[in-house]
Structures are given as C-alpha cells and as structure tokens.
C-alpha cells in the first residue's frame, strides 16, 4: 500500500541581493530546483540576471526594516549576497556602511523572534580575502587574518565576517560564512571587473597582460551552488572556502582568447612596471580627489596571494567543482555572443 498523502510544499527561501552576479545564479538554480524563492533587490537596480525568473520580488535595500522583515519572515533560508567590492574607492567610508553596518542591520532583523522562529540558515556571502594567507604555505578555514596593514577592503569584509559569526556564537543565528574566491563564468550582466577582463581578451582589445599576478578562482556557478549546498549540510558558526584553483591573470586571458577564436595578447607588463602605474594611480587619485581602479591598493589586493585548501567543502557539503578553465570559457563566450546580438540587433 502506497501513501498518497500530500507532500507539504517546501519553506520559502530569500535571496538578498539577487540582481548582482552571485546572488542572481544562487537565485536561478533555486527556481530550477523548484523552490519557493524571495529575491529582496533595491528599487530601480538591474535586474536582467533574473527578469525571466517567477519569482517574488520585494523592492528595498539593507536599511529598510519593514521590508527585510516581510521578506524574511517564514522563510527557511536565507542567503545573503550584498557586498560593496569597489576596494579602490578613496573615501573608504561607503565600503564599512554596506559591508559592516548594512550587514548588521540584516541580521538584527534576522534574529528577531518572528524571523528566526522558521530560519534553518543564514548563508553569508564572504570572501577568501578574510582568510590569513602567506606565501609559501596552504591557507585554510583556521587560519586567521591579522589586522594590520589590511587595504580597507579588505578590513572591511574581515569585519563583517566577525560579525556574522559573532551573531552565530551570541545569538543563536545558524550562519555559515562562505569566503567565495574571484568568480569567473557567464551571464556577468553587471560586467563585473574580472568579467571586464574576459571581456576585454574575446573581444581581443587588451593591450597587454600584467605579470606576477596570480588569483584563486572558481566558476560562478559553482559558487552558487556552494552555497546551496550549506544551506543544507554547513554547520553553523564555521566558514568555508570556495575556490577551485589558483590561476595566473595570464592564463585567464590565454584561455579566454582561445575561447573566442581571437589572438592572445603577447606583450607583457613586468610587476616592477605595474607598481609604477599603480603608484601613479594613486598619485592621481590624491591630486584629483577621484577613484582610480589601478592603485597601490587595489595592486597589493591582487599580490596578497597563496593558495587555500577547499577541502572543508568538498567534504563536509559535498560539493565538487567544475575546473575553472570551463567556467572561463563559458565568459568568454557569453561575452562574444553578447557581442553578437547586439550586431545582429543593430544590422
């Protein structure tokens, strides 16, 4: 005898932040596994990553009480994907309100009684930054970061993270952290700055590529699914790092171009080279008052390398990654059919 009972239909699960790039994959492969999905995005954002999705939107930012409560409430899962990433901003004042403050209002709505009654999981969207690395050594989970001579960037995120965990070991909020490295792949609808890179190789418009730098990488949607995967089996109070390998800036290009059927750039810009112009960026950005990409900053973010161990995810979430080099060829190649349409559009 079999039982046909109904099966209860799954919680709701809220994705704040679900018009930016991690958010807006985490938010497609939850409507492909039909879940019950919130998305919370700021009136007037870009929403294209998600227009074809059928969800249910709720329009406001960090700051609006009243409507993070009505999103949240009765929701399972909540994963958090706001972040301000603009490490190169003069004024480092925008990056501590968004990334520390806005972050602790969500989750003082988060352990509110009428919110946390039904929250299973409040998945954090960190970064690998927040992890203590040296060169010469495997960094993991347990390694912490020492504050000092961080860019404000980066202190700005490590704050964060302390504070969502702080929440986790004080207040009972089942958060996991999930510090995702640099993320490569397609739908980068917000062109975000490595996926400029990528851009910039298929479309076989860069210049030069700058040696010496090298980064932990992971496709987007891995990413996404990494945190999927923690709603369900991450233990809360830990953090976990998502990253596939690390790979050269050099090769990313390389692999791009190849993907696109375009030459790769040959000249290279030797690092003594690109501390020059770093440090001219950041001359211009003291006599002019304006944010310069290229500073000795936002250089020492991308030199700041060694290579992290993700095997914490792999083992206890189950989760198993793509090698990069796909995810950069599917970029490169979202870029050129991009790049297409809009000929075909035009013509």
């Known amino acids: 005898m079999t039982d046909s009972s109904p099966v209860a239909p799954l919680a709701p699960v809220l994705v704040i932040g679900a018009n930016g790039y991690l958010g807006s994959h985490v938010t497609r492969q939850l409507v492909s596994e039909g879940r019950d999905v919130?998305?919370?995005?700021?009136?007037g954002a870009n929403t294209?990553?998600?227009d074809d999705l059928e969800v249910t939107r709720y329009l406001g930012d960090i700051w609006d009480d009243d409507v993070l409560r009505e999103a949240m409430t009765g929701c399972e899962v909540v994963y958090y994907c706001v972040v301000d990433t603009r490490g190169w901003l003069r004024d480092p004042a925008p990056l501590f309100r968004t990334n520390v403050e806005g972050t602790r209002n969500v989750l003082d709505i988060a352990v509110e009684p009428e919110v946390a009654t039904g929250l299973k999981k409040?998945?954090?969207?960190?970064?690998?930054?927040?992890?203590?690395?040296?060169?010469g050594?495997?960094?993991?989970e347990a390694d912490v970061i020492v504050d000092r001579g961080l860019t404000p960037y980066v202190r700005s995120r490590v704050q964060a993270e302390n504070l969502v965990l702080q929440y986790a070991r004080d207040r009972g909020l089942p958060a996991v952290a999930m510090c995702v490295s640099t993320t490569y792949g397609g739908r980068d609808w917000g062109r975000t700055p490595h996926g400029a890179i990528i851009a910039g190789a298929a479309f076989g418009k860069l210049p030069f590529v700058m040696s010496g730098i090298e980064l932990e990488a992971v496709g987007i949607e891995d990413a996404a699914r990494a945190l999927i995967l923690a709603a369900e089996k991450g233990r809360a109070g830990e953090r976990y790092l998502i990253s596939e390998r690390m790979i050269s800036n050099a090769e990313v290009v390389r692999i791009a171009a190849e993907a696109a059927g375009v030459p790769a750039p040959t000249k290279k810009i030797p690092l003594a080279l690109s501390y020059a112009m770093a440090g001219l960026g950041s001359a211009?950005?003291?006599?002019?008052?304006?944010?310069?990409?290229?500073?000795?900053?936002?250089?020492?973010?991308?030199r700041a390398e060694a290579p992290v161990d993700c095997e914490k995810a792999k083992r206890e979430l189950g989760w198993q990654p793509r090698p990069v080099e796909e995810s950069i060829r599917d970029a490169a190649q979202f870029w050129v059919g991009l790049r297409g349409a809009k000929k075909a559009r035009t013509s």
């Open 38 to 43: 919130r998305v919370m995005v700021r009136k």
């Open 48 to 50: 294209i990553g998600i």
């Open 122 to 135: 409040f998945v954090f969207t960190s970064s690998y930054v927040t992890v203590g690395r040296q060169r």
């Open 137 to 140: 050594r495997v960094a993991t």
């Open 284 to 302: 211009k950005a003291r006599l002019t008052g304006t944010d310069e990409r290229l500073s000795l900053g936002s250089l020492r973010l991308m």
